[in-house]
């Protein structure tokens, strides 16, 4: 073994114990001993670097293995132009889609559907736990808009702490439509949270117009038709000294990230009505989960048996070379993270077996390279320099027809084509890369030293 097979050897070993420790599963163990009864849990690997990176490496599960609910809500596009209701159900997709995931749902997929004349967006919820949150914050609207102090309202009344939404004005042209985005800050000597607002560039000159046009009068911040807040137009804030308002309602914590996330949500383009919600248990998604660990195992076995019955230590080393390919692609589904579906995991198993082609295709032109009696360092190189053409077509081919999938497919669809097309471009790397220095480290330039098994 040369130096420089050494180091890569070394290299591969250290990437086979990384990935490893990655894909380390959640395991409770019970020991006991002489009477004395200990439970040891491990957890899954999380990446923690303070400042830089704070990451949990926890599996992502779709809605079908880790359970969970699904709503189907049905989208009103009747005054919606037939021309413009592809592009007004995409924009409400997104929407929601902006929603479930500054609430931090995790594992939320969002997709449209049309049935008959029906046109629905089916929201996947994979282990909600507060689904009454989740539902409120697809379906509801944060309306925000700033009034104006009717003319004929008494000047005690403009004094109040908070004024009755009767006394202003029903309608201004400064809305949240004029928000660029909403976050949460903390006023020196404060530890209420308040709501600061940031204008988009037409959105901040209506405001000026409008401080401008108010000075010394109450305006009114309505949320949903409540009025939160009626500050005073002081000369500072029409003068455009304080360009990003401050909500100060009175809020705690949880009211108000859930306002900012709905109003940075935005509002959706078609109205929309939950029509139906369906749970999916747990259990059956943990049942699903076991009959796919087992017919994946049960494949890698049958796969390594094949190599190694018929290329014997070639076999064997490609079969060290699965496995670690194996790893390194669940473990780049978690790093990602990768949604996991039943569909998903059909495409995992299927770029296992498809992770073997490439080196058979090696294995059989080092086989016609032996019978000219040329040493093994020659039939290693000659092998993968004259199976590339085809190893790579075969694989290109197979990403063409993944990304028609994926471009094309519904979401189940979708997720067996990303983790199929991932599987392939991880099974290039490791049966051209890994196993081609695997066997470089093992190979002399004796004759013959490793003997093919010919059918």
């Known amino acids: ?162 004024i009755p939404i009767s006394f202003f004005n029903p309608k201004t042209d400064l809305t949240g439509a004029d928000l660029k985005n909403a976050s949460i800050v903390y006023e020196q000597g404060s530890a209420t949270p308040s709501i600061q607002l940031n204008f988009k560039a037409e959105g901040l000159n209506k405001f000026s117009a409008l401080a401008k046009a108010n000075v010394g009068k109450p305006i009114g911040i309505v949320l949903d038709g409540k009025v939160v807040e009626n500050p005073v137009i002081n000369s500072d804030l029409a003068n455009g000294a304080f360009s990003s308002p401050i909500i100060t309602g009175n809020f705690s914590l949880q009211q108000a990230q859930t306002l900012v996330d709905q109003l940075n949500a935005g509002a959706l383009p078609v109205p929309v009505k939950l029509i139906e919600e369906n749970t999916v248990s747990a259990t059956l998604g943990s049942q699903s989960i076991n009959e796919s660990l087992v017919a994946g195992i049960i494949g890698i076995i049958i796969i390594l048996f094949f190599m190694i019955w018929n290329y014997r230590t070639l076999g064997l080393i490609a079969g060290f070379s699965l496995i670690i390919y194996t790893l390194l692609t669940f473990a780049v589904f978690k790093i990602i993270p990768i949604t996991l579906t039943l569909e998903g995991i059909a495409g995992f198993i299927l770029s296992i077996g498809m992770a073997v082609d490439a080196n058979i295709l090696i294995f059989e032109r080092m086989k016609e390279e032996r019978i000219s009696g040329r040493t093994e360092k020659v039939v290693l190189n000659l092998g993968f320099k004259r199976a590339w053409n085809s190893i790579r077509d075969s694989n290109v081919s197979t990403l063409i027809t993944t990304l028609v999938l994926y471009l094309f497919g519904t979401s189940e669809i979708r997720g067996f084509a990303i983790t199929l097309a991932i599987g392939v471009i991880i099974s290039l790397f490791t049966s051209v890369t890994i196993t081609r220095n695997l066997l470089s480290a093992f190979i002399t330039d004796k004759k013959a030293r490793y003997e093919l098994k010919y059918s």
């Open 1 to 162: 073994m040369t130096k420089k097979s050494k180091i890569y050897f070394i290299l591969i070993v250290l990437l086979f114990l990384l990935c490893f420790y990655i894909d380390l599963p959640k395991v409770t163990i019970n020991l006991g001993f002489i009477g004395v009864k200990k439970t040891i849990t491990i957890e899954h690997p999380s990446i923690n670097i303070p400042g830089f990176l704070v990451k949990s490496l926890n599996p992502s599960l779709g809605l079908d293995l880790k359970g969970g609910s699904e709503l189907v809500l049905l989208a009103n596009t009747s005054k919606i132009p037939p021309s413009e209701i592809s592009s007004a159900m995409s924009a409400a997709r997104n929407v929601i889609s902006n929603r479930v995931n500054l609430y931090g749902i995790a594992d939320a997929t969002v997709t449209t559907a049309k049935y008959g004349n029906q046109n629905r967006i089916i929201v996947d919820l994979a282990g909600v736990k507060n689904l009454s949150e989740a539902k409120k914050l697809v379906g509801e609207t944060a309306k925000l808009e700033f009034l104006t102090l009717k003319s004929n309202v008494p000047s005690q009344l403009q004094n109040l702490q908070t």
